[in-house]
Each structure stands twice: as C-alpha cells, then as structure tokens.
C-alpha cells in the first residue's frame, strides 16, 4: 500500500487537487507541505491531533513539513465555523501562545537538520504595506467569490466584519510566501478551509505564471478531528498541565462505540491489518479498543510510562482499587465545619460541582458515589480521618473523577 492509499484508508483525505500529482509527491518523498496553527490558545488540543499525527505520518514517508505558526493571522481571526467575531488577542499573548505550541510540536515532528520547518507568519503579514496589498494581491480576487465560499456563507446573517473579510486573503498570501521562500508545494487544511486553500493555489498561479507548482488537499478536521477536541468540560488540551495525562486517557477511553475504530485509524500509527481486525469486535471487546485508544494516543503525547500510569489507574478506578494516579484536590480545615465537611462541601472544593446546589442535584439523581459506593444522602459528612485514608475516590457521574487529600 503507498503512503498516499494509506491516508485513504485510514479515512484521513475528503478531497484534493491534481491527484495524480499529488501521489507522485507524496509516494516518493517529494513533498514540502504545511498546515497552519492559528495561536488561540497556549496549548494545543486534540482537535489539532489529526494534523500532527499526519505532520508525523509523511515526515516518516520522507516528506517536509512546514508548521505554520499564525502569529500574523492570529491578529484578525479566522471566521471558518465561528458565529461571532473571535476576540482580539494582545501581541504579547500571540507570541507567548506560540512559543507553547513550538515546543509541544517537537514531541511529534523532528524538526532536527532541516528535516522540518517551523515558521510564523507574522514574519512577512505584519510588514505588509496595505496598499501595496492592494495593488499586488487584490486583484487576483473576485469579492463575489470570495462571499460564496462556505467559511463566508454561514456568517452574512449575523455580519462578517472587513476584518475577518481579509483572512482567506491573508491565507492564501501564506501559501505564496511558502511556495516563494521554502518551495512549499502542497498545503493541507481541514475542509472548513477549502475555500482558502483553493485562493492561495490560484494566487501562486497566477502570480508566478501557470507552470507554478502548487496543490491543496483538505483533511476531515473539521467535521471529525475539531469536533474531538471538545467535551462537556471544554478543551482536551495537549498540555498536562492543563490536561492531566490521566484525564487525557480517560477522554479516549471514554470515545463512543460507533467513533473508536474511526479513532484508531486517523490518529494512532497500528498497522491498518491490525486495526481492520477489530471490525467486527462488539461488546466487551470495544472497551478493549477503547484502552488500545486511549493507550497509544496517551504514549504519543506524553510518553510510555505516563500511558502506563494512567492505564493502571483507569483500571483500578474501574475495578475500586488503588488509582494513584488520577487528579487530586486537597481539602483544608478551612473547608470544614464542626469538623466535618458534608458530600456538597466536598463536591464543590474538588471542583467536581460547580455550586451546592448544583452538588445537591448530582447526589439526589444518585450521581455520586465515594470509593464505588452511591451517597443518597446530602447531609453525609466526612472528617479529617475520613479522607486520609490510602484513597478517598469522589465520583460524580460517569467521567469525573477526583482522589480527595487532606492538608
């Protein structure tokens, strides 16, 4: 199987250009491609997965990637899958953002001799001057196009800002400075980013004359990797100190029966023979699935033995022994009254519930247990002795967790 059918099979390409060229690219280590990471965010999350997985998957094939940092483009905001207008971030903020995401990038693309690259955009937008955009770029654009493409479509009923307006503008001005600087010849995006890919391939033909060589190919980011990137609880970051490892795995163990194969194919490196073997797996073999999952993902981002530890302790929270490694709040003599802390108290310094009343609602729908058991009662109560016991596991639901301490 080529790298190239290989992306197909694992349900990673929705469409391209130029296929049979981009095969040729790709298949022989020919390419030098980049995808964009606008600096949101001081951490990476699981929505950005699928593309590192990719980055990391044809740079073994031989090809260069290019991480582009959108220090530039962070300043207006991409309005692709937004209803409002994104908030203005600082300069300062940008920058910071961005030196996060250099470093988490190195886990998983060997930017070492040349064999990667990683630049920010904001090195050739913000010397831009306006008029000489105008000039020079504006028109190779037609703004009735441009309002047809989908990432404008959904926006025209609530208003698109003119600052939003120029982001397909300022992407595609990135695929030409790639193309122009680094012989960047292929760019990936999720397909909420079509539109703007196709407008920086036009733009490089058309400024540099039709033999430029130029292709796009979208991923299912958007429809299947960004959506994995939020829960309930907002954000899975990539970042432990914002997402434990322990968590990290908890998330992908916790996948939907009908979404783990799919995970396993996009975003983990098994071989496709192993993975098509679990086809027909149900039952008590799709949690074995889940843990293959939540394993092989956990070890990419933050290591074997972190992925290790967070597997023994899932286990062990499972079967009511002794789960070390899973988040802890610690519970002061602040917290108590009379000595005790009551079951609300508690859910709300764990951080767990958000209010009393929103704990006393979880414990009266019979959503909350300590070290397996269900607490009914509200007034239950707790001392000092109670929680320093070797595990003191306060439940909320399915999917929260927390090893109560106190100090």
């Given at each position: 199987m080529t790298v190239y059918d290989e992306l197909v099979a694992r349900g990673l390409i929705a469409q391209v250009t130029d296929e049979e060229e981009i095969k040729e690219l790709i298949n022989n280590g020919k390419a030098t491609f980049y995808i964009g990471f606008d600096p949101t965010a001081d951490s990476l999350h699981v929505g950005h997965f699928m593309a590192l997985c990719l980055m990391k998957r044809l740079q073994m094939a031989g090809n260069r990637p290019i991480a582009l940092i959108g220090g530039g483009t962070g300043m207006v905001g991409d309005p692709s899958g937004r209803t409002d207008m994104r908030q203005m971030m600082t300069p300062e903020t940008i920058q910071h953002n961005c030196d996060c995401f250099k470093e988490q990038m190195s886990r998983f693309i060997d930017f070492s001799e040349g064999k990667a690259l990683m630049v920010n955009n904001a090195d050739w937008l913000l010397d831009l001057n306006y008029v000489e955009v105008l000039r020079e770029v504006g028109p190779h654009f037609s703004v009735n196009n441009m309002l047809r493409a989908e990432c404008y479509k959904q926006r025209m009923e609530k208003g698109l800002s003119f600052l939003e307006f120029n982001y397909m503008i300022m992407q595609s001005y990135d695929f030409y400075e790639l193309?122009?600087?680094?012989?960047?010849?292929?760019?990936?995006?999720?397909?909420?980013?079509?539109?703007?890919?196709?407008?920086?391939?036009?733009?490089?033909?058309?400024?540099?004359?039709?033999?430029?060589?130029?292709?796009?190919?979208?991923?299912?980011?958007?429809?299947?990797?960004?959506?994995?990137?939020?829960?309930?609880?907002?954000?899975?970051?990539?970042?432990?100190?914002?997402?434990?490892?322990?968590?990290?795995?908890?998330?992908?163990?916790?996948?939907?029966?009908?979404?783990?194969?799919?995970?396993?194919?996009?975003?983990?490196?098994?071989?496709?023979?192993?993975?098509?073997?679990?086809?027909?797996?149900?039952?008590?073999?799709?949690?074995?699935?889940?843990?293959?999952?939540?394993?092989?993902?956990?070890?990419?981002?933050?290591?074997?033995?972190?992925?290790?530890?967070?597997?023994?302790?899932?286990?062990?929270?499972?079967?009511?022994?002794?789960?070390?490694?899973?988040?802890?709040?610690?519970?002061?003599?602040?917290?108590?009254?009379?000595?005790?802390?009551?079951?609300?108290?508690?859910?709300?310094?764990?951080?767990?519930?958000?209010?009393?009343?929103?704990?006393?609602?979880?414990?009266?729908?019979?959503?909350?247990?300590?070290?397996?058991?269900?607490?009914?009662?509200?007034?239950?109560?707790?001392?000092?002795?109670?929680?320093?016991?070797?595990?003191?596991?306060?439940?909320?639901?399915?999917?929260?967790?927390?090893?109560?301490?106190?100090?």
């Amino acid at each position: 199987m080529t790298v190239y059918d290989e992306l197909v099979a694992r349900g990673l390409i929705a469409q391209v250009t130029d296929e049979e060229e981009i095969k040729e690219l790709i298949n022989n280590g020919k390419a030098t491609f980049y995808i964009g990471f606008d600096p949101t965010a001081d951490s990476l999350h699981v929505g950005h997965f699928m593309a590192l997985c990719l980055m990391k998957r044809l740079q073994m094939a031989g090809n260069r990637p290019i991480a582009l940092i959108g220090g530039g483009t962070g300043m207006v905001g991409d309005p692709s899958g937004r209803t409002d207008m994104r908030q203005m971030m600082t300069p300062e903020t940008i920058q910071h953002n961005c030196d996060c995401f250099k470093e988490q990038m190195s886990r998983f693309i060997d930017f070492s001799e040349g064999k990667a690259l990683m630049v920010n955009n904001a090195d050739w937008l913000l010397d831009l001057n306006y008029v000489e955009v105008l000039r020079e770029v504006g028109p190779h654009f037609s703004v009735n196009n441009m309002l047809r493409a989908e990432c404008y479509k959904q926006r025209m009923e609530k208003g698109l800002s003119f600052l939003e307006f120029n982001y397909m503008i300022m992407q595609s001005y990135d695929f030409y400075e790639l193309f122009r600087k680094y012989g960047c010849n292929m760019q990936f995006g999720g397909d909420d980013q079509w539109s703007n890919m196709l407008g920086g391939t036009e733009l490089i033909r058309r400024k540099l004359g039709k033999n430029a060589y130029a292709m796009t190919i979208t991923l299912l980011l958007n429809s299947e990797g960004k959506k994995m990137g939020k829960t309930q609880s907002g954000a899975v970051w990539l970042d432990p100190a914002k997402t434990s490892p322990f968590e990290f795995y908890q998330y992908w163990r916790n996948v939907g029966d009908a979404d783990v194969l799919k995970c396993l194919r996009m975003l983990t490196f098994l071989p496709l023979e192993q993975i098509n073997e679990m086809d027909h797996w149900e039952g008590s073999q799709l949690n074995t699935a889940k843990e293959i999952l939540a394993f092989e993902l956990t070890k990419l981002v933050h290591g074997e033995e972190e992925a290790a530890k967070a597997q023994e302790s899932a286990r062990a929270l499972f079967s009511g022994g002794n789960a070390a490694d899973m988040p802890t709040a610690a519970v002061s003599a602040d917290d108590l009254q009379d000595g005790k802390i009551d079951i609300l108290g508690l859910l709300v310094a764990s951080g767990l519930c958000t209010s009393r009343g929103d704990a006393r609602r979880n414990v009266q729908q019979g959503g909350v247990s300590v070290n397996g058991e269900k607490i009914t009662d509200i007034a239950t109560a707790y001392t000092p002795e109670d929680l320093n016991v070797a595990d003191f596991v306060l439940r909320r639901g399915k999917k929260k967790y927390c090893k109560i301490i106190f100090r």
